[in-house]
């Protein structure tokens, strides 16, 4: 089991660029396959991001490949989203998952351990 703290969100204009970051502590971090979900009001926990354990294999739905890019670092136990072109439709509550299945999943429900979230606000 992993504990993550998610950092980074904000209130932002559309175009720009911001970085979230998710520390995790507790297990052994390049044990897990790591995730970033998101959720905007009234809608369901949305698949944004998941990299492998080793970092080299990444998967992100058709809404925001190209603009986000997920990364992790398994010396500093971090993972990371660097979310570029941001739009209004990605203001959301973003969280960071960790699973210790090693595969990629889009699957909310393959993950066990979750963040608090972190709150990004695009406006135009």
């Known amino acids: 089991q992993v504990q993550l703290a998610e950092s980074g969100g904000g209130l932002v204009q559309a175009g720009v660029s911001l970085r979230l970051s998710c520390a995790a502590s507790?297990?052994?971090?390049?044990?897990?396959?790591m995730a970033w979900f998101r959720q905007a009001p009234g809608k369901n926990r949305e698949f944004v991001a998941a990299v492998s354990r080793s970092g080299l294999i990444r998967d992100y739905p058709d809404s925001v490949k190209g603009r986000f890019t997920i990364s992790r670092d398994n010396v500093k136990n971090t993972v990371y989203l660097q979310m570029n072109s941001l739009k209004p439709e990605d203001t959301a509550l973003y969280y960071c998952?960790?699973?210790?299945?090693?595969?990629?999943?889009?699957?909310?429900?393959?993950?066990?351990?979750w963040g608090q979230g972190t709150q990004v606000s695009v406006f135009s």
């Open positions: 507790g297990d052994t971090f390049s044990t897990y396959t």
């Open positions: 998952a960790a699973t210790g299945e090693n595969i990629i999943r889009r699957d909310a429900n393959h993950y066990h351990d």
